[in-house]
Structures are given as C-alpha cells and as structure tokens.
C-alpha cells in the first residue's frame, strides 16, 4: 500500500478550504473534515508549507512526467545529506502533514515532514518526502523498510 498524508482540517487556511482539488479529498462528517493526500490518486498531491501558508506541489516523478527528476516519490535521507539532489535544484520544505498512514497504520506527526521539492523541465515544483531506514518499532507497526524524516520527532 502507498503511503498518505493526512492533514487535519483545522491546518488548513480558510481560502483554500473551496477549492475542488481540496474538497474532493475531505473526509469526515467532522467539521472541519480531515484531508488525505495519497501517493496512489492518479494525479498525487501534497501539501507543503512555504511563504507562509500551505500550498499543493505535485508529489514525486513516480510516473515519469519528468525525464529530468528520478523516477521516485521518496528521497533518501543519506543522498539529500551527501548533496545528490543538489544537481535537481532541491531545496528543502516542510510537508504538513497530522499524521502519515502506510500499510494501514497511522502515524501521529506532530510538526511536519522532510522533503525536497525540485522543479521538474517547466518549473512546475515536485515534492520529494525524505525518508529514512525504518526503526524497529516504526518497521513492526507499518511493515516498510523505510519511514518519513518527521521534524523534531522520532518513532
């Protein structure tokens, strides 16, 4: 199973809320509902914090829309930390995110994700969520060999 990230209505500024990309990934009865962005729609999202406010990049090259980017929609912690994402013109964001669900287990986040976002041929930012080897614990609870680089967090 892919990953998703959840984010909890109340992050969300109230100018985005109408938006149909938006609405159409509200779950709940909730109000405000909660919204999921998963690495399996057919056109992935995800929501990263810059200039302020939260806006959409696309997540990942996982299907190959970009000759330029990898072919991927994670980025190894060791590779960002050794400068290979520099040759895409990554910088790094901040993907907020309330919790990170993978393989059926929900995982609290309390700040945000790691990730890079690079501009693919036509400028248009691509994210990258930073992933690291999963710990024991993180490993038993969701089965994945790698887990998501969570601001000032770890599992």
Request: glycine content about 10%.
């Amino acid at each position: 199973m892919r990953p998703v990230v959840i984010l909890a209505g109340s992050e969300v500024p109230t100018e985005l809320v109408g938006r149909p990309e938006l609405r159409r990934r509200a779950f709940g009865g909730e109000s405000p509902p909660e919204y999921r962005f998963a690495l399996a729609d057919p056109r992935p999202r995800i929501p990263i914090r810059r200039d302020g406010t939260i806006q959409f990049a696309r997540w990942g090259n996982f299907d190959g829309r970009s000759r330029r980017l990898p072919r991927t929609a994670l980025a190894r912690l060791s590779g960002v930390q050794a400068g290979e994402w520099a040759r895409f013109g990554a910088v790094p964001v901040e993907i907020a995110a309330s919790f990170w669900a993978h393989n059926g287990a929900w995982v609290f986040v309390r700040e945000g994700i790691r990730g890079v976002l690079a501009p693919d041929e036509q400028g248009w930012a691509v994210c990258f969520v930073v992933c690291e080897p999963s710990t024991n614990y993180y490993k038993n609870m969701t089965g994945g060999a790698w887990m998501p680089v969570l601001i000032d967090q770890r599992y």
